[in-house]
């Protein structure tokens, strides 16, 4: 019996071990940045000095996943819809505490993110909004956070995890560019 293709299976399943593990936010790799080559842009530093790992009661768990990406997508889609043609606008995140916190349950065997009126999404973001010619409309920082997210209903898709996050995107946009 040949020893080859015992040694190919294993060196895959090495190379899967290693690249097909949970990515996290904070992975050097990961962009930084979404839609430099477009009229709205969003960018922001490293997901590590955010609140939500900072002050995460799970910083393993806060960390996993592409949700920094997936809200400056959403971000960068929905600003796209609303800013009128010509004008260009920078955003830069600068902290995210996204809605719930990580909790352990006696039931479970790992925590769990909970959703309590106590743990609100909240954003801090800086901005500058400029017409056509390069002049600036507006700019500056907001720390924008929706402290009754559970209050009102569930944003759709109910199944979304960043679906009150998403919510508080929606809200600064509609009040901030009118």
Not at 45 to 64: T, W
Not at 107 to 129: G, I
Not at 145 to 173: E, G, V
Request: glycine share 6%; proline share 6%.
């Amino acid at each position: 019996m040949s020893t080859r293709p015992v040694l190919l299976a294993l060196l895959l399943a090495l190379t899967a071990c290693a690249t097909g593990g949970p990515r996290t936010v904070t992975d050097q790799a990961r962009p930084r940045a979404v839609g430099q080559d477009s009229a709205v842009s969003v960018r922001w530093g490293d997901p590590a000095e955010f609140a939500e790992l900072r002050y995460s009661q799970n910083r393993r768990l806060a960390a996993q996943g592409d949700w920094v990406v997936e809200l400056a997508d959403y971000m960068q889609e929905r600003l796209t819809k609303v800013v009128p043609a010509g004008e260009r606008v920078d955003v830069e995140i600068l902290d995210i505490q996204r809605a719930g916190q990580y909790e352990w349950l006696y039931s479970q065997t790992d925590d769990v993110r909970v959703l309590r009126d106590v743990y609100p999404p909240r954003m801090t973001l800086q901005f500058s909004r400029k017409d056509a010619s390069g002049a600036v409309i507006a700019e500056g920082e907001r720390k924008i956070a929706d402290l009754a997210y559970l209050q009102s209903p569930a944003p759709f898709p109910s199944s979304d995890p960043l679906r009150y996050d998403k919510r508080l995107i929606d809200t600064w946009i509609r009040r901030e560019f009118k």
